[in-house]
Every structure is written in C-alpha cells, then in structure tokens.
C-alpha cells in the first residue's frame, strides 16, 4: 500500500512510518508531498491537516493511528506518550524522554533527507519500543 | 517598572531592512460551547502568540510555528469555527518590530517572575525549596518553548534558578 506524508519529517511522522510499517502494512510504501493537493489517489494520506490518520481531539497522529487500527499494545502505548510530548509538549503525560527524541530527531532532519530518515530512525523505534515492552513485563525499568 | 523596562532595553534584535515572514491564524470560534474556546485561548497562550486583534494571531515563521498554528486550525474547525492559516510579511519593519517587542515584554514579565520566585526560595531555605526548584525548572522550560525573541531576561531567570540549584546542595552538603 502506498502512504503519504508531508515532507520535512520530524518525530510524529517518522514515528507513524515506523509503526505502520512494523504493525499494519509491512510492504507500505511512502511518498512525501509539500502540500494535501499533492497526495497520490491510491494513497492513504497520515498526519497532514483534514485526514483521517491525523491529530484529532488532543491526539497526536501516532495515537490517532494506534486507535484507528485497534493496536492495544500497552509497550506501543508507552511510545505514544513519548511520541505525543515531543510533538505537542502540552504536558498530558509526564514523559521526560520526550525532549530527548524530539532533539535527536530534529538534529538528524538537519542533516539527512526524508527517506534516509526513515531508514534510520526505524531502528531507533524498534529500540525504543523494545525498551518499554521489556519495562511493561518486568514492572521496572531494564537494565 | 514595566515600562521603564520597555523604554531602556534593546529590545529587539531584527535585520533593520528585510522583514521576516510570519504565520497568522485568523479563527472565529462559536460563542456556545466555551469547552473549545477556552481550549483553543489555552493552547494559544502557550505557544506564546502576538494577538493582533480579536481572533488574528501570529507567530515567527518556523516550520514549529507554522504547524502548530495548522493543528490549532483544525482544533477549531473540529468544534465547528472557520480557520484560516497565512504566511505574511509585514508591511514596514516598524510594524514587525512592534509586534516582536509585544512578545518579548510578555515573555520577560515571565521570566522576572521565575528569577523572583528562585531568589526568594534560595533565602528561604525550608524542605518546601526543592519542590519549587523543580516546578521553577519546567515553568522556565515552558517559558523558553514560547520565546520567540529572547531578552535579557531569560538568562537572569536561568541563572537564578542554577544559584538556587547550587543553594539548595550546599544546604544538603
């Protein structure tokens, strides 16, 4: 399936990326456009204003995509918080990594282009949510 | 105080010719329900807007800026208002200047509070001081999230609250 974005990705779309490819469409193929016009018919367009897969009601596009496709992992509901202060930093959750992956990401922006952003955080999200299922199972942070 | 503050500091520092651009939202929300008005004056009040009359707001242009004012203009499409997102240069420099120095007056009021409040518990010194220390840590973080032009100000607060930082570890030593 094809996915469209707006270029210029930063922590809520690659997150999405992430997280689309990995647990609702593994051959998900994506395009970045600069504005909603552009977006491919046979796309299914995500965080970008008017769309469905977008922020709605205090949510980030992570969590609005979690929701949509019925993702009920609690470690993916961990990420989402992070996800969420780094893109919104309204304080709904008190998520102290969130300052940290939003400088990561937007450093690594300055330095690579869109598609190599992909490929490179996509291991970064896999880390992160590794982390958290292994937290979820211990009750603890692991070492 | 605050208008001696005004008058004395350098207040903005802008290229004197080429104005910058700015995002503007021009929003009108329903009167009834006031749920989403106060949510929508909540969120722009922490982005640090300049309101420029009832309903037009702006902000430096940044691809930051640009899409929080995007998001905030579905909120109030979402709660059935109009919006309305625009990249504008202002027409003299003047004018741009005066809207910058409108932000900054705002923000250093802030911060002043911040620096206050940190000397105050620095001399204090009661058990109470350590929680205040990290609420007066995220209040500056916030502050620093919605200041779009920098004063002095800002590194007065950041070093107050470091010498209640310092204070409050001597008292533990």
Redesign the interface.
Known sequence: MKWATRA?L?VDRTACAWLIRRFVDEQAEFVFVDDPDQVPPDATPFDM??VEL????GDCSFETVLRRYELEDPALWEVARIVHEADL??ERFDAPEARGLDVLIRGLSMTHGDAQMLELTGPLYDGLYEYKRRASMLGREPS | MLTFVTVVTPLVMLPAVDQGLWVLLAYRLPREPSAPRLAVWR?LK?LGVAQLVDGLVALPLD?RTREQL??L???V??AGGESWVWIARPGTAAQERALAAGLQTAVAEQYRAVSAEARAAAADGSPASRRTLARLRRQLERIR?RDHFPPFEREEAQRAVEALTAALEQRAA
């Open positions: 210029g930063h204003r008017g977008s922020h709605h009601a930093e309204d | 969120k922490r691809s995007e998001w203009a579905d909120d499409l979402e999230r």
